[in-house]
């Protein structure tokens, strides 16, 4: 940045990066950064009914925000798909208030706020993206890439309290010499 020049806001560069905010909340649904079980007790002395059924009070229910990130009935039947133009669509708004990549009321992660730093993840990766061009190491799975052979799948990932590749993603990256 030059000197004197006023830093950009997370909304400023949020809005003149459309498509990268977009990546971002559709990275975020598809790989939560917490995958642990979001357990809470059932604390209203009737206890709840849920489907029809009686949960009584102390009951502890919970549930996997990477499961639910991923169900058809939410998200569509392209729930397996990363793609970023879903947050485009009438209703997007109303699924973004669905994302619990970080958990989800007053027990999510004491670290979201520092990692949800916007403006760093935005212009990291824009800097990133404006001066190295990446393709995949292995020239045989981005040939597979470039014939479109992986629409519609994810890669391999373990969950065990954080979304995670089962192996490295090996990529080269190259600096781009027009700017």
């Known amino acids: 940045m030059s000197p004197g020049a006023k830093p950009y806001s997370a909304s400023a560069v949020e809005t003149s990066l459309p498509y990268l905010r977009n990546c971002v909340k559709e990275n975020f649904r598809v790989t939560p950064a917490f995958t642990m079980p979001l357990a809470r007790r059932v604390t209203k002395s009737e206890g709840l009914i849920l489907d029809g059924n009686l949960l009584p009070v102390g009951t502890s229910v919970a549930m996997?925000?990477?499961?639910?990130?991923?169900?058809?009935?939410?998200?569509?039947?392209?729930?397996?798909?990363?793609?970023?133009?879903?947050?485009?669509?009438?209703?997007?708004?109303?699924?973004?208030?669905?994302?619990?990549?970080?958990?989800?009321?007053?027990?999510?992660?004491?670290?979201?706020?520092?990692?949800?730093?916007?403006?760093?993840?935005?212009?990291?990766?824009?800097?990133?993206?404006?001066?190295?061009?990446?393709?995949l190491a292995d020239v045989k799975e981005q040939q597979d890439v470039d014939d479109g052979l992986f629409y519609g799948k994810l890669p391999e990932q373990i969950s065990v309290g954080i979304s995670d590749l089962k192996g490295p993603l090996m990529v080269r990256a190259r600096e781009r010499t027009e700017h």
């Open 64 to 135: 996997v925000n990477h499961a639910f990130h991923h169900n058809p009935d939410v998200w569509g039947e392209d729930h397996n798909c990363f793609r970023p133009s879903r947050w485009e669509e009438e209703g997007s708004d109303e699924l973004g208030k669905l994302l619990m990549h970080f958990g989800a009321g007053g027990r999510q992660c004491i670290g979201k706020s520092l990692a949800m730093t916007v403006t760093v993840i935005y212009k990291m990766t824009a800097a990133l993206l404006a001066n190295f061009s990446f393709q």
